[in-house]
Nanobody
Framework: QEQLVESGGGLVQPGGSLRLSCLVS????????IGWFRQAPGKEREGVSC???????TDAASVKGRFTISRDNSKKTVFLQMNSLKPDDTGVYYC????????????????WGQGTQVTVSS
C-alpha cells in the first residue's frame, strides 16, 4: 500500500523559512516522481514543485528562486525547502507520487498524502 506522509508545516513570519518532508512507504521512491501541491483557503489546489525520478525539477513561477525541491531516496523522503515565505504561500501542502515523470495534470499523481498546514503571518 502506497503511503505518503507530510511533515514540517507550521506558523512562520513573512520572510521566514520552513522545510517540508514527504516520507513515502509501500513503493520504491527512486522510480517515482514526487510533486508538492498546495491549497489556499477558498482556492483550487495548485502545483508548486516537482522532482522526477532522475532528479530533474520544475517549479511554479510563483515560487521559483524561493523554494527548492530535493530527494533522498535512501531515506525515502522528498523535501521542500521554502525560503522568503510570503502570506500568499499560506495553505495546506500536499505531496503526491507519479510513476517516473512529473505529470502535467493532478490526475497523473495516483497517491497523495494528507497534507500539512503552512501559515505565513505576522
Amino acid at each position: 500500500q502506497e503511503q505518503l506522509v507530510e511533515s514540517g508545516g507550521g506558523l512562520v513570519q513573512p520572510g521566514g523559512s520552513l522545510r517540508l518532508s514527504c516520507l513515502v512507504s509501500g513503493f520504491t521512491l527512486d522510480t517515482y516522481a514526487i510533486g508538492w501541491f498546495r491549497q489556499a483557503p477558498g482556492k483550487e489546489r495548485e502545483g508548486v514543485s516537482c522532482i522526477n525520478y532522475t532528479g530533474v525539477t520544475t517549479d511554479a513561477a510563483s515560487v521559483k528562486g524561493r523554494f527548492t525541491i530535493s530527494r533522498d531516496n535512501s531515506k525515502k523522503t522528498v523535501f521542500l525547502q521554502m525560503n522568503s515565505l510570503k502570506p500568499d504561500d499560506t495553505g495546506v501542502y500536499y505531496c503526491a507520487a507519479a510513476p517516473g515523470w512529473c505529470s502535467t495534470s493532478e490526475a497523473g499523481f495516483g497517491s497523495w498524502g494528507q497534507g500539512t498546514q503552512v501559515t505565513v503571518s505576522s
